[in-house]
């Protein structure tokens, strides 16, 4: 049972690390705020399923600011890139 | 264990690159990303008050003042 | 209904992974926009939806983040997508259909034959 | 020169930290504050969440410190901003017209703008319960005027209910102290009744104190989000 946990968490963390390897290395600036947004989904799917694993309900908070208020950022460097904050 | 020692050192690297970007939007990006690696370490390290407000100032608001001061001075970095 | 929240959850995961390999892997901007906003959406609803479903008291909160990733996702990947096109980013070579361009020409075409 | 200079004065920091952390024991439990926290906490306090009972009824002053010195940094980002220009000629050159934000845009902001201000209620005033609090609550709430204001070009944010509301709640969090003060003898002392654990009017005064630091916060916030914005087509 613990394994089928740890490959699930080791697949959300893949999909981690090659996002943040995009954000590194994309040629302009769009494809490493892609590279972040995509980041910010994907830990808020593996904070909910850390709260699982950690068995603490009250955990799934942090998730929940995050996906309220992840997208902000993102937004705020598209505006500025179409001229408009 | 050895999912805190990678994020330190994806951490860090983001953080050097915030340093060495010439594009302030490019290190406004990399500070972002530094943020949330922080925030998913103090939930790794069982820290959630701090998280939540890790997670509250950093995803929106400091991007967000940070772009509107680039916006007034200049993007590129002399 | 604790295998149904492990089958979800392990479906959920296994798109989040492809969403981060199509951010990697995809030549251009609009195509990782649409690799990371509808794998990674899709991926972290059936993942939270599958928690809910295997701590059924967690199951209102597990929505109520689930119905926010769904507001909001699309708002940054619109955005974004439409500042990327704005400030000139270019397409990939091979890119067949260019609606964006279309529209605007749509738009021209008007104009002259009133003028 | 210069990125040679700055990285030998961090590789000192960074010999120094490991040279001064070197003696301190990794691991070993030498925190009798926290301990004593960890154990009488909840019964002396009657708040589920410990750092909640730190921050506001054992540490309560240093809060107050806190709210403080973000007051002042708000204050002073006011004064700093609106500085009175050099010349009305190039203010007028430089203002330019501003792009709209798409349809998608602008209605998705006016969705989510009460959904958030209502999240940023609920953490506020489940401190005492869950994780988060006051800071963050406020924050989230500035995070609300922050979306509201990128959405909308027109958007603008009348200056007097944020101050009236700021200093409300300044003003309740120092008389309650004062009431503790009359009642129990020390300032900000707990002089309501304790409750029953996991209930939202619990833990005495602590949900009182966090409504007034988290409307404080988001109040200085979103003032600070509103003098950033309304500076910006000025250059």
């Not at chain 1, 994309?26 to 904070?47: C, E, K, N």
């Not at chain 4, 439990?29 to 969440?49: I, P, S």
Request: charged content about 15%; some cysteine.
């Amino acid at each position: 049972m613990t394994a089928l946990w740890l490959l699930f968490l080791s697949l959300g963390a893949a999909g981690v690390a090659l996002c943040l390897a995009r954000a590194a290395a994309g040629p302009t600036t769009p494809d490493r705020v892609v590279g972040v947004d995509g980041t910010v989904t994907i830990s808020i799917a593996l904070m909910v399923l850390l709260s699982s694993f950690f068995d603490r309900q009250i955990y799934m908070d942090v998730a929940l600011v995050y996906a309220v208020l992840g997208f902000i950022g993102v937004l705020a460097v598209a505006r500025y890139m179409e001229r408009g904050v | 264990m050895i999912y805190i020692a990678i994020l330190t050192v994806a951490m860090l690297i983001a953080g050097l690159a915030a340093y060495f970007f010439r594009d302030l939007i490019a290190a406004v990006v990399a500070c972002a990303a530094v943020s949330l690696i922080a925030s998913v370490l103090f939930y790794l390290l069982q820290a959630p008050d701090v998280a939540m407000a890790e997670a509250a100032i950093g995803a929106g608001l400091t991007t967000a003042i940070f772009v509107i001061a680039i916006r007034k001075t200049g993007r590129y970095e002399k | 209904m604790y295998i149904f929240g492990q089958v979800l959850i392990g479906i959920g995961t296994a798109f989040l992974f492809l969403g981060g390999l199509g951010i990697f892997r995809l030549p251009d901007v609009y195509n990782r926009l649409q690799a990371g906003t509808k794998c990674t959406t899709l991926g972290a609803f059936s993942t939270i939806l599958g928690v809910g479903f295997i701590h059924p008291n967690w199951m209102l909160k597990a929505i109520v983040i689930a119905v926010f990733i769904l507001l909001t996702n699309p708002i940054s990947a619109h955005a974004l997508a439409r500042a990327s096109y704005k400030s000139g980013v270019k397409l990939w070579d091979k890119s067949v259909v260019d609606r964006c361009k279309e529209f605007e020409e749509c738009q021209e075409i008007p104009k002259e034959e009133e003028g | 020169m210069r990125a040679f200079v700055s990285f030998s004065v961090l590789a000192l920091i960074v010999v120094g930290l490991a040279l001064s952390l070197s003696h301190v024991p990794f691991g070993k439990d030498r925190m009798q504050v926290a301990n004593y926290y960890l154990d009488h906490g909840v019964a002396d306090t009657g708040a589920t969440n410990l750092v909640t009972a730190v921050v506001l009824n054992y540490r309560a002053l240093d809060t107050l410190g806190e709210v403080t010195v973000l007051f002042i940094a708000s204050l002073g980002l006011g004064v700093f901003l609106s500085w009175p220009k050099k010349k009305e000629g190039t203010q007028e050159e430089g203002k330019r017209e501003l792009p709209e934000a798409s349809l998608i845009v602008r209605r998705g902001s006016q969705f989510l703008f009460p959904l958030i201000i209502l999240f940023g209620g609920y953490i506020f005033l489940h401190g005492h319960l869950t994780p988060g609090g006051g800071f963050q609550g406020g924050s989230v709430i500035a995070s609300a005027f922050l979306l509201m204001f990128l959405g909308n070009n027109a958007y603008r944010l009348r200056h007097t209910p944020l101050t009236v509301t700021e200093s409300l709640a300044g003003i309740t969090f120092v008389v309650v102290g004062l009431i503790g003060l009359g009642v129990g003898g020390y300032f900000l002392n707990n002089f309501l009744p304790k409750g029953s654990m996991f209930s939202l009017f619990s833990a005495g005064v602590i949900p009182i104190l966090y409504s007034a630091i988290g409307l404080k916060v988001g109040a200085e916030l979103s003032g600070i989000v509103a003098n950033m914005f309304e500076s910006r087509s000025e250059r």
